[in-house]
């Protein structure tokens, strides 16, 4: 018997050295490297071109291009999470015997500042800013004498807070807000007067002379919800979802806003890549028109679903 036990007590001696892992397994913390400030830039370039000589089927010489900024500078933490991005988007296009027209044109900010109390929960309180604009005149082709937008008319800012989930807020990010300031800037004297953009358009007098000059500031307060998503589907092909959902408490409860963005972009070396793109907006302040029976005048179709494709083909360099 004192054998036995003796037999015993150096086994399990002998498992507790030899096997130390099979008796207490602990999971492995994450390291942590400390407060982080990254920065990235990325210029692109995207062309098209198509050239006829003497082709049986017709066709117009053209060519267009897209220039395209991303710069970004983002903070983290083991609690603070803050992203900052500008964009800038600019594109032509040239047709034989025709003027050259605007494609694209986008100047975008956006600063995000999350905070979670907990280091393992990946819910934040979220603070959100952003901002946007075009750079140059927009026009009714082929009417260039009125333009029908221009450099901050319109200009949008969203503010406001709430809760934002993710798990891996690069990648995927679900963001509640319950108080959102919407301001709508048209600092454009004849679109402020036409009621451009959702403002209250100017009072005139009956022979049309301008009595009380249109609003060029519209305010709003509501809901937003927002939703990004990120993934390379299969191997040097990623995919981008963005989605943003307005509505404005006060005026026309439950009227949308939608501004949703989706992006493939293949990779085919370290520079060259082609992007598709699909942008579609619907806002209910921005009205069309039809044009009627009597030259220059047109009649309010009222709001109408945008949408934007784009395909190109080009290079892209970080810096």
Known sequence: MKNLLLLLICLSYHVSIAQPDSLFIKEKKRKYDGPQWNQDNKLSVDLNEAAFVNWNSGGSNSISGLLGLRSSYNY??????????????YGINKQENRESRKTDDLIEFNSNLGYKPNILSNWFYSARLNFRTQLTNGYEYPNKDEPKSRFMAPGYLFFGGGMEYGKDIDELSFYFSPITLKATFVLDDNLANAGSFGVTPAVLDTNGNVIIEGERIRR????????????EIVENINVKHQVSIYSDYINNFGNLDLDWRLDFDFKVNSFVRATLGSHLRYDDDVKTSNPTEIEGEFDEAGAKVQWKQFLGVGFSVDF
């Open 220 to 231: 709003e307060f509501g809901i937003l919800v927002t939703n990004s998503y990120q993934i």
């Open 76 to 89: 983290k933490d083991r609690f603070y999470n803050w992203k900052n991005n500008v964009l800038v988007d």
